[in-house]
């Protein structure tokens, strides 16, 4: 049965509509055409977009991912934002915990921002009858969400039981094509260069490269050398220490379960043979003094610390996750001490699914019942997924950071300059990449209505953007950009369910209490068996499979797997 809007929100909504101006800024772009794409069937007819009130409102924000650049909107985006909508943000991030304590005391409190960005712990936010139902108000008062999402609407209800839109995904990119690999296994440019730039398919060649690199050279200016890092720090475990088992083994990722592509039925990842044999090179890599032993025991900053001193040869993680200190190097012009990408899988026989594509998802943003004004919010959502709005958190300000050069729109070399080599500064001044949380956009190489990209990564600005030194060792791979080290979408059916890991956590206590139990095993578990003497490794691993069962995680499978067929169920109507 779908959850009813609120009787109090329902007064809110009338009273705004009589609240707001019919006077103020028109959203509508110069050219008045709608976006464009290869193989995009979003309607090419004009959006008529809503008058716009400018008049100022500040709206508070909670986001449960961190955003360590933010400057509270004093950057050049931001002040435009509020110059073109009246609205500022009072932003809190989470930097640490992915948002699971602070949102856990906002459903117990009734004690919520006005928009939230609440990752995996939309359930909770849900079941507190936290979230407004988005559905009118987007059907009202947002043409270009509808415009944006267009067929992809289904995809943003809840359920088939509660089919109400609680957040629109801004994780997810609408038509998004990937020109570019920046996860994968990393390996520092200077390492591939003095060894002639070997083949790193296998985690065998992985493996060779870093312990002949740091027999070479054991100190990094007068430091230790690090040949593998990893980061265990609260939630950042999954990236960087058992997500990895997915892509080594031959599956995409899908959070904490394996999907059956069949069945769509899910169990722990970790229950898997090939996993944990994946688990077992970690301890190898342990035993043979090759992964770093404060790996289980340091905190994110000095992960950070450590790879931005340039000592670490190797890292299995996202760009997102160390990009700060790989940007630290950048700034102190140590080119040769970032890392490039790889395919690596424990045979050359399993292919790396990085790029195994999921259909439209994401987790999203959504307006609580604490807002008074969610008229104001939505249209506020509405324009930054308008074209300006899009353009604007993309490519910053014409005149500043890019010009327009025979109707193409081009980042001037200092531009450029100082995103590679000053990044984070220039993050702070700019706003660039700050602002993708506060709505839904286009993916990388869709056009604009001018012919224009959305988003600054396709081919050519790529390429643009990086270093010599990364061009160098690209070159050598016979490869223009590290995507093209890797297999291609087209080798992978669709995952029919998306991407798991994107879907809000079942609502079931039976779910909830069982997931948080399994979660600390793994948490204490996998670092134990990584470290353990490696007679001691079967016994550890195994006996944390038998205590996985013990505490309920056949009966938090069992309904997972009912989770993932509800979203087959929505999403396809079969």
Known sequence: MKRKTPKTFAMLLIASALLISACGNSNTNSSGKTAESTGNSTSTNAVKEETNDITPIKFTFFGADGSPNWNNMKDDVGQLITEKTGVTINAEYDMNNGGDDKIALMAASGDYPDIIFPKGNLTKLVDADAMIDMTDLIEEHAPNLKKLYSENLNRLKYSTADPAIYTIPTNGSVDQQSFDATGGFEIQHRVLKELGYPEIRTTADFEKALKDYVALHPETDGAKTI????????????ITVTNPAFGATGLADDGEFYINPETYEAKLHYKRPEEKEYF???????????????TFVQKDDQYQAKIASGRVLGLISQEWEYGNAENALKAAGKDEYTYGHFPVTMSEDILDHSFQATGFDGYGIGITTSCKDPVRAIKFLD???SE???????????GKHYNVEDGVRVIPADVQDRKMNDNIAFTKESGIGLYFVFSGHYGDGVKDSTGNYYTTNFPEQIIASYSDVEKESLAAYNATTWKDLFPGEDEFPVKVWGAAYNMPAPSDTVYTVAYQKTQDIIRKRIPEAILAKPEKFDEIFDGMLADLDKVGAVQMEQKYTEHVQDRVKLWTGQ
């Open 227 to 238: 040949p593998l890092l990893l980061n265990a720090d609260d939630w950042k475990i999954m």
């Open 280 to 294: 077992r090179w970690l301890n190898h890599m342990y035993n043979e003094g090759l992964l770093d032993k404060d």
């Open 383 to 385: 324009w930054m997924a």
């Open 388 to 398: 300006e709005g899009q353009v604007l958190r993309n490519w910053g300000i014409e």
